[in-house]
């Protein structure tokens, strides 16, 4: 619609004014005109609203689009339908007739406003909380219009087409998930409208396996502010139960039934008291489940980095207490605790090892050995990978190792040679390298200390290292521009470089995709080692009970078996898999409901 499109039906009005001014008196121009004049409305506050709104999230627009209607529409509109400017005096049937087309634009407008600003909400929820003056408009066009159902299924929509599939991180899906908790929050206290729009979001976060993981990590990262905040509020965690107190907080008269699309199971109080910490645990509805990827996590960080400050992680520990429990965690403590104890231990070692240099010559006293000690029961399953070390370093282990047993009586130490960070000085003939790299590669150097040339199989068998993960492990060093592949599986030291490279001091960090790989067992690992325990237990009741059903075998096993953090994991459903699993191996019979053991040929 244009100027001359409202000067005309304005000048078409007055006409007939001057010829009947009956018919206003009448309101047949209102039942002739009335479609026509709404219609050039709606479509003037749209490309008026459009124009001045659209993409501008950070400044309300309510009451400027008001004061428009009413300086510019609701003006023109008296001129239509009265003949008169409004300023003057109308008569009291044309005062109620505007009245009415007042409140009818004024819907129409916040209709058109909360059209455009839902259709936007997905961009708005990124940009939240620099949106909040646009959520707070959408809110009070929510309270005078018909438009919420509208808004879920709009919401929802947006999300699984732009958000929930295989090309958007789970992080950036998590990003998104905490930032439509907040936003929507304030666009709806009663947590209503959350819960419909974010429900297939948190279905699908259920099928990412590394969903846990990566909400454990953002809690425990610095420069993630938004959960970093959320923990330091420290609030307990609470599980979504299906009761709740019926007890309100707020005044009888602030009371507001909840809208018939709310889940009747839940009631409003539950809604808005939820964290974000409790809401994206309840993800998964398991405590231990969280716990235990933060304990993976804190033991990847301990050994990947061998760093014995834990002043950092001892501040996430801390808070994390208060949010999941002292009990919880307590496996964590212990780690730390560990690794506090590494240090005095090391530091002990190190002081009786300068003493007996001094008074004997040590062959090993041009490398400095430091420990990290673990209390096995506490910590997650380590990777188990063979590997043989130089001798020089079995001795530095065997050394220490004594030194221990003098310190704490009866313990020992059992090695883990696949584990650790080596700080190598390489001197070369033009150039000098420092760098820090895993035990398997330092031991690949170190062998071509002696040896300037190794045949890929000859060396595989020195160290006791596959020929397939040691190829892959010495492709780092000719990144480095140490080792050359001189034929197929024949690898050379390089002692200068061609071009004449000057003598230099590099440092260098083991930057490798594979060498980020976690320390800890993985999860396929840990679990078939369960199993086995568990298997062993089986095998023992069955041999003394003969026969056994699946609940009492699984009863049993939560009795004696089952201990630690993981046990939980471990349900009837996947023993009776595990059971089946045997029974198709001939190594159970299942037979009237019970489970034994195959009878042994004589």
């Known amino acids: 619609m244009n100027l001359t499109s409202l000067t005309w039906l304005g000048r078409l009005s007055q006409a007939v004014c001057v010829h009947s001014l009956r018919r206003h008196y009448l309101g047949l121009l209102e039942r002739v005109c009335a479609e026509v004049v709404t219609s050039l409305i709606h479509a003037k506050i749209k490309h008026h609203v459009d124009n001045k709104c659209k993409g501008e999230f950070e400044t309300s627009f309510i009451a400027t689009l008001e004061q428009w209607l009413s300086s510019k529409v609701v003006r023109w509109l008296n001129v239509v339908f009265s003949g008169e400017d409004s300023q003057r005096t109308i008569s009291c049937s044309t005062s109620q007739t505007m009245q009415l087309w007042r409140d009818r634009l004024q819907y129409l407008l916040y209709q058109t406003y909360a059209n455009l600003r839902i259709q936007e909400l997905f961009n708005i929820i990124v940009e939240f909380p620099d949106s909040l003056a646009a959520l707070e408009d959408l809110k009070k066009c929510l309270e005078k219009t018909d ?137 998964y509805g398991s405590r231990e489940l969280f716990v235990n990827e933060y304990r993976g996590l804190l033991a990847d960080r301990i050994l990947t980095g061998f760093n014995y400050d834990t002043a950092r992680e001892l501040r996430y520990l801390e808070l994390l207490k208060l949010c999941f429990g002292e009990s919880q965690l307590h496996h964590c403590e212990v780690m730390l605790k560990d690794v506090a104890d590494s240090r005095r231990c090391n530091s002990h070692i190190r002081t009786l090892k300068t003493e007996e240099d001094a008074t004997e010559e040590n062959p090993n006293k041009d490398f400095e050995f430091c420990a990290m000690i673990l209390s096995a029961q506490f910590w997650p399953n380590l990777k188990e990978e063979k590997l043989k070390i130089p001798e020089e370093i079995e001795t530095a282990m065997e050394e220490y190792t004594k030194s221990y047993q003098v310190l704490k009586g009866m313990r020992t130490l059992n090695w883990k040679t696949n584990l650790g960070l080596v700080n190598l000085e390489l001197e070369l003939k033009d150039r000098k390298l420092n760098l820090s790299v895993s035990p398997i590669h330092a031991t690949i150097i170190m062998h071509f200390q002696n040896k300037a040339k190794w045949a890929v199989e000859d060396l595989s068998g020195v160290m006791q290292v596959p020929v397939t993960a040691l190829r892959r492990k010495m492709a780092f ?120 053991l195959p009878k042994q040929e004589s």
């Open 147 to 283: 438009l919420r159902r509208h808004l879920v299924k709009s919401l929802r929509t947006s999300l699984e087409t732009r958000l929930l599939h295989p090309g958007v991180n789970t992080d950036d899906i998590l990003t998104q998930y905490i930032s439509s908790i907040r936003a929507l929050r304030v666009l709806d206290p009663s947590g209503i409208i959350l819960e419909l729009v974010c429900q297939p979001v948190r279905k699908y976060l259920r099928t990412r396996e590394d969903t846990v993981r990566c909400i454990v990590s953002s809690l425990t990262d610095d420069s993630n502010k938004e959960l970093a905040e959320e923990l330091i509020k420290a609030e307990p965690v609470t599980m979504d139960e299906s009761y709740c107190s019926e007890q309100e907080d707020e005044s009888q008269y602030e009371w507001q039934p909840d809208p018939i699309d709310a889940d009747p199971a839940r009631t409003s109080k539950s809604r808005r008291s939820s964290d974000i910490i409790s809401m994206l645990v309840n993800i």
């Open 477 to 596: 060093w000719q990144s480095q521009g140490v080792l050359r592949e001189e034929s197929s599986d024949i690898f050379v030291l390089i002692e200068e470089q061609r071009g004449g490279r000057s003598t230099q001091h590099d440092n260098y960090m083991l930057d490798s995709d594979e060498e980020t790989e976690s320390a800890m067992a993985s999860a396929q690992d840990q679990q078939e080692e369960e199993l086995q325990v568990f298997w062993s237990y089986i095998v023992g009741m069955l041999t003394n009970l003969e026969s056994l059903s699946l609940d009492r075998i699984y009863s049993m096993l939560k009795m004696f078996a089952m201990q630690g953090p993981s046990a939980s994991e471990f349900n009837e459903h996947k023993l009776q898999q595990f059971l089946d699993r045997k029974v198709k191996e001939q190594l159970l019979v299942y037979c009237a409901g019970v489970y034994r």
